[in-house]
């Protein structure tokens, strides 16, 4: 009941659009005829009429939220060494395998150096 006199009165409703909502809320259900609306609109008037309550009231009221949208599920990323097994196969492809094989009749060995003791 208190959110709809606050529609009624406007959010930013004064003491006089607060209390003219009650009064239209109390001719719409007679205490007589409708004792349950009635003591809505009464709790309503008495809630709103208070400004800390009337604060906390518009604080406290729902907020229409957009609908999530559908996202589909990515894949999972592959892991870190990978990429880097895919980036050195990428530049490997790359590279002249000629000019990296020493020429026969050099003077490279092609023995390893001995390590020292």
Known sequence: M???MIARAGADADATAIKRAWRRAAVEHPPDRDPEGF???RE????LSDPVN???KMIEQPIAAAPMPD?????PPPPP?????EMLRSIVERLPLEDLRPAKGSARSSTPPEEPS
Do not use: M, N, T
């Not at 309503?44 to 809630?47: G, I, P, R, V, W």
């Not at 996202?71 to 894949?75: A, E, F, I, Q, T």
């Open 2 to 4: 208190a959110s709809q």
């Open 39 to 41: 003591r809505k609109a």
């Open 44 to 47: 309503a008037f008495e809630l």
């Open 54 to 56: 009337h604060g906390q």
């Open 71 to 75: 996202v589909p599920d990515l894949p």
């Open 81 to 85: 060494h990978a990429l880097v097994v």
